[in-house]
């Protein structure tokens, strides 16, 4: 009876976290954000400059799309992987050796881009099988060390195994003709990337209301009960792995077409903690929050160094990270759930009580980040 | 409570405020107006065009070699001050820029100063930003040897911008990448240890060696510069051991070698943190350290102060410089340091850092665009066609001697080779004791596009080097040739 309640209880919370599934208010403020979000999107090119839509909104986009493969499997699994820069790494690394034609570190193996696209996904998504059947039978702290431990050892692997890299990288990596490189062809990388992003939001977003996505919301709350109700739990978190994996290299292929080159520093452990900080200021408990933390970290890195004054009270060009920082903790500090946590408090605060829904998926983001953790 | 709810909502509010600021002000991003390093807001004309021309340093802030941020942005704004006319900002601290450069009338200006971390992704961002956000028309740096593979390549996709290396000494970044528009006028890793291989062979009488070096791309070519040249001489490289980047243990690496009586001598390429305790794990596992029996690269240049006072006499490859040479035109160089510089953080005093190796190469950068623009009459509107076209033809006087390109636009420079000397304080020092004229990147032929260092490349073959034997020395300073 307690194990029915519960499956209950799952299916009422991701009801509630469904927005207006068979509701009458078409017109809430978080719609009205999610249809600005896109007509910006649309149209932002039109309003900046190329570097704007090369540089930050591209890599924006594609960092927000990697966060996310994060934030699925922390918010709806509750793993907190540190293994999603790996999972985008491999991609790169395997489109660079398949690629290049020579004058590069790597294998220069000079395929077609799209084969090249085909190896790096499907290898990736097989590593990420693999190192999620073995990391998903651990949990919460220990499940973050192996995955942290995945990453660094990719680090590693890509700098020391010189056939395949080195610390040098992979340069000169061609993108499909219709691509381009972005510093001629800005704007085609970047709604390539942005109607990448918005077919993973949804699709993330479909699976956690999926039978599948339900389990793992319910293995997330408690396995121990969804355990003796039958289901796998390992097969369910490893495939969640796996999903993410495919996610994150998707990122990996955006990330290589716009970056032309790969080195293990872009999956080393400052990109690591980079991605979590993504997750953190944006929101882990949503997967909107993926693109939100993405667009302020990588607007904060490449332009908190130019605000007026900070080279006079000492904190130039050579110490812009810590200003960054400092940016970060004050978010934390103040909003647990990020800023997309603010925002929600914001649109609350805006709209009468009786409309107030939850958003969050299925449980409160407070008990939630520390259950993950 | 309802009060203290207030605030923090007030507070909350201020940060989504701040946040969306930021963005704004990212928005209001445009190619037109910039911030110059120097502190005062300016608004450029046009870009590429030569009414103003934009300068673009890539430095190092953070990373193994953030220390020598200050070096390497004295070296640019001391060539600037003194050949263009620009005002230090801060002669205490050299990476807060200069202004009012101008060159044949036409002015350049500091766009912005990127902040490396030896890591050719970050240089690759960091680059982006400079050429792309602050719309530079002309680069000058990295410091190290990654990032410059990575800046050579960025440079091939935009030929109509102009990078000039800043001291970074990876062969593939000209021999094997050829961008035209990327030039460098300090030497290679490989260029630096000329006359290491002869001096060990004919003067130590080596006849086998072992060599250690750090497994990436800089360290490669420095120990190909030595392994080279020992076997052109007749020497063979009986083995070569490559602890990663970062090892903190060094004796199953220092227990690959071969036992002292089982060899002549080593040749040592391992660097940052690591020089120190890779000597120390060589001495457990085998024995002492003898300044006959060992050699190193620039990296013990670094170590110097830190080394066992034994190792007095010990050679050491070079870094392109040679200040304790006595020449009129080195003593130029210290002055014009100490002209424009008081200090330059975190090392103290400008004067004695004039030669350093990274300081003197971002100032040979330096003065070769300013000569380049110079010969141009600071035109580059043409896609700076006529500037990389003179960039490679430039004869460039330095502090040690002239340096010319070659057609893959790498510097062709004498080569110092120095030793170990105990200085008044009792720690080691300099002296440099030979100078190797006019060293090629391809030490005759030994290394070619499609064959740059490796684990495994040079392979050790016997061949004529135009240097070999024709070495001149140097005495109290004074080169005897």
């Known amino acids: 009876m307690a194990a029915l309640r519960f499956v209950w209880r799952a299916r009422v919370t991701a009801a509630r976290a469904a927005p207006e599934l068979g509701s009458r208010r078409v017109f809430t403020a978080e719609r009205v954000v999610q249809v600005a979000a896109i007509v910006g999107l649309v149209v932002a090119p039109a309003f900046t400059s190329d570097f704007f839509v090369s540089f930050v909104l591209t890599q924006a986009l594609l960092l927000g799309v990697v966060a996310a493969s994060l934030i699925f499997l922390a918010a709806y699994g509750g793993m907190v992987s540190l293994a999603q820069t790996l999972m985008f790494g491999v991609t790169g690394f395997v489109i660079g050796n398949a690629v290049t034609t020579g004058g590069s570190k790597g294998l220069n193996l000079g395929l077609d881009p799209w084969i090249g696209v085909i190896l790096g996904v499907g290898i990736t998504t097989v590593l990420a099988f693999v190192l999620g059947a073995v990391a998903s039978r651990s949990t919460g702290l220990y499940f973050l060390m192996i995955t942290l431990t995945f990453g660094v050892i990719g680090f590693y692997f890509f700098g020391q195994v010189t056939t395949f890299s080195g610390f040098g990288g992979v340069n000169q990596v061609r993108s499909p003709p219709f691509i381009g490189t972005p510093g001629q062809f800005p704007e085609r990388l970047y709604y390539v990337a942005a109607v990448i992003s918005v077919v993973v939001y949804l699709v993330l977003r479909y699976i956690t209301r999926t039978p599948f996505g339900l389990a793992l919301q319910g293995i997330r709350d408690d396995h121990v009960r969804m355990s003796s109700l039958g289901y796998n739990l390992w097969i369910h978190r490893t495939l969640a792995f796996t999903l993410a994996g495919f996610v994150a290299s998707i990122a990996g292929v955006l990330f290589i077409w716009w970056n032309r080159q790969i080195d293990p520093a872009s999956i080393g452990i400052g990109a690591i903690l980079g991605l979590l900080i993504i997750a953190v200021i944006g929101g882990i408990n949503r997967l909107d929050g993926a693109w939100v933390g993405a667009i302020v970290f990588v607007v904060a890195n490449n332009y908190v160094r130019d605000v007026p004054g900070l080279n006079q009270i000492g904190l130039g060009e050579a110490r812009f990270n810590t200003i960054i920082g400092f940016i970060f903790l004050f978010i934390v500090l103040l909003s647990p759930d990020g800023l997309i946590g603010i925002g929600q408090r914001i649109t609350r605060s805006l709209t009468p009580a009786r409309m107030h829904t939850s958003r969050d998926p299925g449980y409160d983001s407070g008990s939630g980040s520390s259950e993950m953790m | ?481």
Not at chain 2, 107 to 129: F, N, S
Not at chain 2, 224 to 248: D, H, K, Q, W
Not at chain 2, 454 to 472: F, M, Q
Request: hydrophobic content about 40%.
């Open chain 2, 1 to 481: 409570m309802n009060i203290a709810k207030h605030r923090l909502r007030a507070v909350r509010l201020l940060v989504l405020v701040a946040v969306m600021a930021l963005f704004a002000a990212a928005c209001s991003d445009s190619s037109d107006t910039t911030t110059t390093v120097g502190g005062s807001a300016t608004t450029a004309t046009t870009s590429g065009g030569t009414e103003v021309i934009k300068l673009a340093v890539l430095s190092e802030c953070a990373g193994a070699f953030g220390d020598f941020h200050g070096q390497d942005m004295a070296g640019v704004g001391a060539a600037f001050a003194e050949y263009a006319g620009a005002t230090i900002t801060n002669p205490d601290d050299p990476t807060e820029g200069f202004t009012g450069a101008s060159i044949a009338g036409v002015p350049v200006e500091l766009v912005g100063i990127g902040c490396g971390d030896d890591t050719a992704d970050t240089a690759i961002k960091e680059t982006r930003r400079l050429m792309e956000q602050l719309d530079g028309d002309i680069m000058i740096g990295p410091l190290s040897g990654d990032e410059s593979i990575a800046v050579a390549n960025y440079a091939k996709d935009h030929p109509s911008q102009t990078f000039i290396n800043g001291s970074a000494g990876a062969m593939d970044t000209t021999l094997e990448v050829q961008a035209p528009n990327f030039f460098r006028y300090n030497s290679d890793g490989a260029q630096w240890n000329a006359g290491t291989g002869d001096v060990a062979f004919n003067d130590l009488g080596w006849k086998t060696a072992a060599v250690i070096m750090d497994d990436y791309s800089f360290a490669w070519t420095s120990g190909a510069g030595f392994i080279a040249e020992f076997c052109a001489a007749g020497g063979e490289v009986i083995s070569r051991v490559f602890p990663p980047l970062n090892t903190t243990d060094y004796s199953s690496f220092a227990g690959q070698l071969p036992d002292p009586d089982e060899v002549d001598g080593y040749f040592w390429v391992v660097g940052g943190s690591g020089t120190l305790p890779a000597l120390k794990a060589f001495e457990d596992a085998k024995g002492p350290v003898t300044p006959t029996q060992h050699m190193g690269n620039l990296f013990w240049e670094f170590a110097a102060g830190s080394m066992d006072p034994s190792m007095e006499g010990a050679y050491i490859g070079g870094f392109g410089t040679a200040g304790d040479l006595k020449l009129d035109s080195v003593e130029a160089h210290t002055a014009i340091i100490d002209k424009h510089y008081d200090t330059i953080p975190p090392f103290g005093e400008a004067g004695p850092q004039a030669h350093s190796g990274f300081l003197v190469n971002y100032y040979l950068a330096a003065k070769a665009l300013i000569e380049g623009l110079e010969a141009v009459g600071g035109n580059i509107s043409d896609d700076q066609a006529a500037l990389q076209s003179a960039l490679g033809s430039l004869v460039l006087a330095g502090p040690y001697g002239s340096t010319t390109l070659d057609d893959n636009r790498q510097a062709i420079q004498d080569q110092y080779v120095r030793q170990f000397v105990t200085l008044d304080d009792g720690t080691l020092g300099l002296s440099t004791v030979a100078v190797i004229p006019t060293v090629d990147q391809t030490f005759g032929g030994t290394f070619a596009q499609g064959s740059m260092p490796s684990r495994t490349v040079p392979g050790c073959d016997t061949r004529d080097l135009a240097w070999v034997g024709n070495s001149i020395s140097v005495v109290d300073g004074v080169p005897q040739g």
